[in-house]
């Protein structure tokens, strides 16, 4: 009556409204489909609708005017789907060459100018390079290949199908291959047990008959076990008897928390029902007398260590580059970490014998029992009381792999046995160059004679007294000296008596004389440092001490300033130091500065 259109009011079903009770009876319904024990809903065509699909999935919309359950709505139209290539077509992506076709007699334009084929061009023709071409001979044309037209009717999925072009049937000889070898498992079990029988039956009689007879049918219970995994197993599920098993404990035994009531025992995890740490732990009680060692004890038994070694292998060779996983392949896994066990222990091996072989002592490995360690053995050997061996064979000298006492040049030390001058050279003959020949004694004298500078020599005399001089001992020195302190001691004691007794002038005269002449004398010496007293000798060498300890110390405080300095405002060679022979008065200068942290003392000298 009032003649307005609404194009845009909603469809509104009034049947759609239910009551409480039919609400409550469809809710229960979909529970019984999602749990099994009621048939699921069938839309028009008779295929069944999986109940867990969402309710805003399986509701059609309103425009549609469907009232009945259905998922058509969610599927393509038939008639607008692309057909694709079917599996079944393989006929036309043949390969090779179509032996069907006639064989063309003559070259043809556009053809292969190598052997004359018109499927494909010269750049791509795969076989052998000829002198001359198809093109020149016009005989010997290959046949052509087979080309098929891949690309008609196949939509952007079947041109990226990775099964396009395959014949299912050919998957059908790998079916009978197995097939065979499982008929001849089959045949070769029998036998067996055939066998088995009649060894039987031969050895018990009459016995073996039923024993045979149990052998058959425990045959025949582990190949009806064998295949018994591939038959369908039907199990009868009811929703109303369902019942979560999830940790659930066996009521005869004794709780965890029960072995032991002291409140400082192991802790118990009532929400994972867990006791990682063992109760009896502080009891003193172990090993088989405690009923439970707690939930760890079972991590660190067993094959469990060794899981863990293959986990960590795992891990170490995936972090290398290695794609390995010791779950997602444990087969490939087991195979690598076995290998590299084998490949560990082979180079320790090898290792140890390329040591052994090259600087030996295999024997010291193989030691000797422990009793006999610390106790008697059948070496004996007798030694007297200068360690020389009397009886029994004396140890070993340990060689090294290098020559020895080997004197090469007639020498009798090495090379390197003496120093002078800043050079090494041979004891034996003082030489400095190596690999002379050696000169003995004379050859000593002559490096002496020519360390002193040039001399004339008057006479052949003084020359074989140059030769024959030789340096004095210590002990020669020492007497010496003691003879020229009592000479002294005895014209001392003699002039003063020849004062008191009253010689004549003359004699008094000519001591003093004398005594004139001798203080000249040493004061001229002791003007050269040539002094033969020994405190003018003593005095001279602790001045020259003095003097290399002054210099040492101004040399150490020059280089400490050089050091602070920047390397590159120091003069070349500002810290190089002399390559002079020091002597031995600089050497005990040194050694007087150097402290010795073991010296009782070195705190009150310091």
């Known amino acids: 009556k009032l003649g307005v259109h609404l194009p845009f009011l909603p469809f509104v079903n009034m049947a759609s409204k239910v009551s409480r009770d039919d609400f409550r009876k469809r809710r229960e319904l979909d529970e019984a489909r999602k749990a099994g024990t009621a048939p699921a809903e069938q839309d028009e065509e008779g295929r069944d609708i999986n109940p867990h699909i969402p309710q805003y999935v399986t509701k059609t919309p309103w425009y549609l005017g469907i009232e009945h359950a259905t998922l058509s709505h969610q599927r393509q139209d038939a008639d607008k789907v692309a057909k694709t290539t079917p599996l079944d077509e393989h006929e036309r992506y043949k390969k090779g060459v179509n032996r069907a076709a006639p064989k063309a007699r003559t070259f043809r334009k556009g053809a292969c100018t190598n052997c004359g084929a018109m499927t494909h061009t010269v750049k791509s023709c795969v076989e052998r390079p000829r002198k001359l071409g198809a093109n020149h001979t016009k005989s010997n044309i290959a046949p052509d290949e087979h080309l098929p037209n891949l690309e008609e009717e196949i939509n952007y999925d079947g041109k990226r199908d990775r099964w396009r072009g395959y014949n299912p049937a050919e998957y059908q000889r790998v079916v009978d291959r197995y097939a065979k070898i499982e008929e001849e498992k089959l045949k070769v079990r029998e036998k067996q047990l055939k066998e088995e029988t009649f060894e039987t039956e031969g050895e018990a009689g009459a016995a073996a008959a039923n024993d045979s007879d149990s052998s058959d049918s425990e045959g025949d219970d582990q190949d009806e076990a064998k295949y018994a995994d591939s038959a369908n197993m039907i199990q009868k599920f009811d929703a109303k008897n369902r019942v979560s098993v999830r940790n659930l404990r066996i009521r005869e035994d004794t709780a965890k928390y029960l072995h032991n009531l002291d409140v400082n025992s192991a802790h118990y995890d009532p929400k994972t029902r867990t006791m990682r740490a063992s109760p009896y732990e502080h009891t ?145 003959c003082h030489s400095h160059v190596r690999e002379s020949y050696c000169a003995g004694e004379a050859g000593k004298s002559a490096a002496a004679l020519s360390e002193k500078p040039f001399m004339a020599v008057e006479s052949s005399g003084a020359a074989e007294a140059v030769e024959d001089e030789q340096p004095k001992s210590m002990v020669d020195l020492h007497r010496e000296k003691q003879a020229a302190d009592a000479a002294k001691a005895e014209s001392e004691s003699g002039s003063s008596d020849s004062d008191d007794s009253g010689d004549d002038s003359a004699a008094r005269k000519d001591r003093r004389r004398k005594r004139k002449k001798d203080r000249k004398a040493r004061k001229r010496k002791k003007a050269r440092g040539e002094g033969d007293d020994e405190e003018d000798e003593d005095a001279v060498r602790r001045k020259k001490i003095r003097e290399a300890t002054k210099k040492q110390k101004a040399e150490e405080a020059e280089a400490t300033e050089l050091l602070k300095t920047d390397e590159r405002s120091r003069k070349y060679g500002a810290i190089g130091g002399s390559a002079e022979e020091p002597t031995e008065e600089e050497m005990e200068a040194y050694r007087l500065r150097q402290g010795r942290a073991d010296d009782p003392m070195n705190q009150f000298l310091s």
């Open 284 to 428: 003193g009680l172990g090993g088989k007398a405690v009923p439970f060692a707690g939930d760890n004890f079972v991590r660190y038994n067993g094959d469990v260590v060794d899981i863990a070694h293959r986990q960590i292998f795992a891990w170490d060779a995936t972090s290398k580059g290695e794609e390995l996983h010791a779950q997602a392949d444990p087969t490939l896994a087991e195979v690598m970490y076995k290998r590299f066990q084998d490949k560990r222990e082979n180079f320790k091996a090898t290792q140890q014998q390329s040591v052994l072989e090259k600087y030996g002592g295999e024997e010291h490995l193989e030691a000797p029992p422990k009793e006999l360690l610390m106790a008697q053995s059948e070496h004996y050997v007798e030694y007297s009381k200068l360690g020389r061996v009397i009886k029994g064979q004396e140890k070993a000298i340990a060689r090294s792999k290098y020559l020895e006492d080997q004197h090469p040049g007639n020498h009798a030390s090495v090379w390197g046995s003496f120093w002078k001058m800043g050079q090494w050279g041979y004891a034996c």
